[in-house]
């Protein structure tokens, strides 16, 4: 199957087991083989209640004067905006966030399928383990720091890449 020429992979990280509670999120725009924009945000989530800090760092003091998730749709919305799929790490996950914090603030559900790199490393490698440090170790792929948004994001868009052309991205943005 040729791979679509533009997706976008996404990832979120979240202060608490509820999905609406989006603290970050890192968005890797691929057109054409290329990686063409990335760019993370810090989240407000409609809570304080962070317990997941010793997975990714994140505290309420780093995001409780950043905007929440539906002041910052218009910005994340332009990134994704044309994209055939969103491509995640455990696309379950991300999928369910992304559709609970849109609803939570009112925002329109991206009508974007998502694709798996769990699932896709699976199936292209026959790899097991699958956690996201186990198939960048394996493909080579940097992941210059796991659970972080940006991080994570950029190694999905490679690991797609990489599944479809056997190649990495060639960066040309780094917003």
Not at 52 to 80: C, M, N, Q
Request: aromatic fraction near 12%; glycine fraction near 4%; charge should be neutral.
């Amino acid at each position: 199957m040729p791979l679509a020429m533009t997706f976008v992979a996404i990832d979120f990280e979240t202060a608490n087991p509820t999905r609406q509670s989006a603290c970050a999120v890192g968005l890797v725009r691929v057109e054409n083989k290329k990686i063409v924009h990335q760019e993370s945000f810090f989240i407000k989530p409609p809570s304080n209640y962070f317990a997941f800090t010793s997975i990714h760092g994140i505290t309420w003091a780093d995001v409780r004067k950043e905007r929440t998730f539906g002041e910052l749709y218009t910005d994340l919305s332009r990134i994704w905006d044309g994209a055939k799929f969103f491509v995640a790490h455990n696309a379950s996950f991300d999928a369910s966030v992304l559709r609970a914090c849109s609803q939570t603030y009112g925002c329109p559900v991206p009508e974007i399928p998502f694709q798996c790199t769990v699932k896709i490393a699976r199936a292209t490698w026959n790899l097991y383990p699958t956690k996201l440090p186990d198939v960048c170790r394996y493909l080579g792929v940097e992941l210059e720091r796991h659970h972080e948004a940006l991080s994570d994001a950029r190694a999905c868009a490679e690991i797609m890449l990489r599944a479809h052309y056997g190649t990495s991205a060639q960066r040309e943005a780094h917003s």
